[in-house]
């Protein structure tokens, strides 16, 4: 790093750190002072609610008053009782908005008083009435006593509501003059961080120059290492294909070796226990009996080296073709294992290599499932389709977690490079306690 342009990277550091210490200084002093005048605003606005409906509830009361005083009848009392019991609670409202203002609190007593002597004067007359003192009644109601009390209300209620349109308005004009504030901090602020980024980005062009050509020169050895992944995956995959075909080779080779030369020897020695057992005739039953014996064991032996053979190169394969040698394979694997096996075999036009591949395919499918599903049933398929043949083996075993298969089972491995070395991708399902399903998709035209 060049130590010389360090000052300028701490001189661009600390404009931008002042610029959003500035910006933070500002919107929190800009959020109170709002939140102040909205809180001013909404209480003005609350108080001028409240103001209201006390002088509506004081005219429903004078209203009911002068129609039961008028008819005589309870029923017409019903808003004066319900406006008597609510300006309790509206002037208890009234006089917690008005305690921190002197001024309006003053105003707000006087009103009160008024307050007090009008329901005194609506509470006098209604007595007299139920009282059946006309003229009392009467001549409350022709004075303009009521009248003056309510005409005070009014003009309480009216200066109290101008004080509060008062702080509305001041309200009003603070955000006004903290938006005013705000904006200029904000674009004086703004310039300086504008001026902190100009010399930052002075500051790191270099650097960014640098980092292109470092990236760019990693780029090239990625690009290089990559290469020679690639080439030596494919390497490896030719040596994999390679050993496979090799290892088909020799076990062809095995399985003709087998079938030439020991199976000429126990069929040579089975003809020799035929000749000798026939020479014998019945002279010696102990002796026949142990030729008997020998003959079944070169029988066992005889079947033992085809099923080995067949395991080491399917002959069925070339001479009765890929769905009878997998009928072959599913019924004698049934019956060593005591299996149920159902087949649904179409006949497809594969080459020798790619039949191979999917005799193979269901053959180590088979073996895992005897020595690890524990299941009771397979199910084997044999679909023909448009350009490609599908394979399914599925079982009722116990599956497996696919995440937790050990690495050295080559097994999985070993069908999936097979699959793929012919064209094709092979997918296995499974999960614990749900069976296994292994699917190959392969071309036909490989």
Known sequence: MNFSRLPKIAISLSLAVLAVAGL?????????????????????????????????????????????????DERYLEPYTNAINQVNQQLDLLRQIFTPYREQLAEFGLMSRHISRKLAELDLSIR???????????????????????????????KLAAASIRNMEQGHAQIKQTLL????????????????????????RALFNAGIREQQSLQRERDQLDLQVRERTANLAELATHLQNVREDERGHLARELHDELGALLTAAKLDVARLKSRLGTSQPEAIDRLAH???????????????????????????????SLEILAREFGERADLTITTDLENVDLGGSAQLTVYRLVQESLTNIGK??????????????DGYITVEV???????DSNAVNSNSHGLTGMRHRVEAAGGRLTVTTSPQAGTKVTAVLPKDR
């Open 24 to 72: 933070v200084f500002i919107n929190e002093a800009s959020f109170r002072s709002s939140s102040d005048a909205v809180a001013d605003m909404e209480e003005a606005q609350l108080t001028r609610g409240a103001l209201n409906d006390l002088k509506q509830t004081i005219l429903d009361a004078e209203t009911g008053q002068r129609g039961y005083l008028l008819t005589g």
């Open 128 to 158: 007299m009435r139920r009282e059946d003192k006309e003229e009392a009644w009467r001549f409350i109601l022709t004075t303009d006593v009521g009248k003056e009390h309510m005409q005070a209300i009014r003009d309480q209620t009216t």
């Open 181 to 204: 504030l705000s904006r200029i901090g904000v674009s004086i602020l703004a310039i300086v961080g504008l001026l902190a980024f100009y010399m930052y980005l002075l500051q790191t």
């Open 294 to 324: 020998l003959t079944t064991t070169l029988n066992s032996g005889i079947a033992l080296k085809r099923r080995i053979v067949e395991d080491l190169r399917p002959s069925s394969l070339s001479h009765l073709g890929l769905v009878a």
């Open 372 to 385: 690890y599903a524990e299941a009771t049933q397979i199910v084997i398929s044999l679909l023909n389709m």
């Open 394 to 400: 599925r079982d009722n075993g116990k599956g497996f």
